[in-house]
């Protein structure tokens, strides 16, 4: 099956800067958008940005210019740099591609995650 393959997590200083990669292992069609959310230890899933296929940006606001999204939809490629990082953003990272074409279901594909540690 489809597994998202995510790399660029790791350990930085406060106000370090980080770049996080996604890339399908095969090829998804169809593809409406793409992101990244967060998940920090008795925390709820918190979205960090996505990019939809209609050319719509949002962000968190808790992450609103520090970090950019980029990536292309149709080549399932997904990026996250992340600037002036603070112990907050501490978390797993996870990408995040929906899918979703005629009479077919909506579709999510989850990364396995990318820890990111920021130490004060």
């Known amino acids: 099956q489809v597994q998202l393959v995510e790399s660029g997590g790791g350990s930085v200083q406060a106000g370090g800067s980080l770049k996080l990669s996604c890339t399908a292992s095969?090829?998804?069609?169809?593809?409406?958008?793409m992101g990244w959310y967060r998940q920090a230890p008795g925390k709820q899933r918190e979205l960090v940005a996505t990019m939809s296929n209609r050319d719509v940006i949002k962000y968190g606001d808790s992450v609103k210019g520090r970090f950019t999204i980029s990536g292309d939809n149709a080549k399932n490629t997904v990026y996250l740099q992340m600037n002036n990082l603070k112990p907050e953003d501490k978390a797993v990272y996870l990408c995040?591609?929906?899918?979703?074409?005629?009479?077919?279901?909506?579709?999510?594909?989850w990364g396995q995650g990318t820890q990111v540690t920021v130490s004060s």
């Open positions: 095969e090829h998804i069609t169809n593809v409406i958008g």
């Open positions: 995040n591609i929906c899918r979703s074409s005629g009479p077919e279901p909506r579709h999510d594909y």
